[in-house]
């Protein structure tokens, strides 16, 4: 057989590399036609995604770009082009970022007291006491017209089981008896003082009025002055006069004498 008719292939090996040539063709057409379905389902979801999908993109490529740089890897022109914009924009940031910490730096310092004078916290403010109400002083009159004293405080005698509780004023039976002060009247009867009114003045002094004839004003409030009774000789009594004390609030009897001249009348 010549050389050349044995290097022709048989007509088995034409068919057989006609099979293999049509399924390579299939495979490669299968492939495509895979790529395009992925590639149309794909870019309706990257457009669905919108910005946010775009940024995670970027930040992807980027940190793609560090690592490759990390594994000494050369940029491609792209990222380094933009290597001076990138760098631009984060010396900006930190700029931006140092004045306003310098700012909030500022703002800080100027709320700062100064060292040694630190504001101390000033003391409550104390309430005022109200003053106590000032008692009023009565005005006082005399109690019977007629001037003149008969028994003083503290004289001893056959008519007294102790001394003197208070002064006579020796006047005739029937004579008018007047409130000595502003107050309250109250009446009551008394074996040794008889029929007798007293008189409770607004800083709680009370005046005694006793062995009195008859009561004009038997009780509530009367002014100076006013007529509240007569004289008369009723209880331990020897005549017609008015027996008259002066009981502070809270105490015994003193003497009146001491307490009219104190209020600017001498009944002597």
């Known amino acids: 057989m010549a050389p050349e008719a044995a290097a022709r292939p048989t007509r088995a090996e034409l068919r057989l590399a006609a099979r293999e040539q049509s399924r390579a063709q299939r495979r490669g057409a299968a492939k495509a036609a895979t790529r395009t379905a992925l590639l149309r389902v794909a870019l309706p979801s990257v457009a669905a995604l919108g910005v946010a999908a775009a940024a995670a993109i970027t930040v992807t490529g980027q940190a793609d770009q560090q690592r490759a740089q990390a594994a000494g890897r050369v940029p491609t022109q792209a990222a380094a082009d933009d290597a001076p914009d990138n760098a631009a924009a984060g010396a ?15 703002r800080g310092d100027a709320r700062l007291p100064l060292a040694g004078a630190q504001p101390t916290d000033a003391p409550a403010a104390q309430p005022t006491p109200e003053p106590a109400p000032e008692q009023v002083k009565p005005k006082v009159v005399m109690p019977v017209a007629q001037h003149g004293l008969g028994e003083l405080f ?7 089981a102790n001394r003197h509780t208070g002064i006579d004023f020796p006047v005739d039976g029937g004579s008018q008896v007047m409130a000595v002060a502003d107050g309250t009247i109250r009446t009551q009867w008394n074996p040794f003082y008889g029929y007798m009114s007293i008189l409770k003045m607004s800083d709680g002094t009370e ?13 509530g409030p009367v002014k100076q002055g006013d007529v509240i009774a007569f004289v008369g000789s ?22 009146p004498l001491p307490w009219f001249l104190a209020n600017g009348l001498d009944p002597r």
């Open 234 to 255: 009723s209880g331990n009594s020897t005549g017609p006069h008015l027996h008259f004390e002066i009981r502070p609030a809270g105490s015994g009897p003193v003497d």
């Open 92 to 106: 900006a940031a930190a700029q931006a970022v140092a004045a306003g910490d310098r700012a909030q730096a500022s």
């Open 154 to 160: 503290g004289e001893a005698g056959t008519h007294w």
């Open 207 to 219: 005046a005694w009025f006793c062995h009195l004839r008859a009561y004009k004003i038997r009780k």
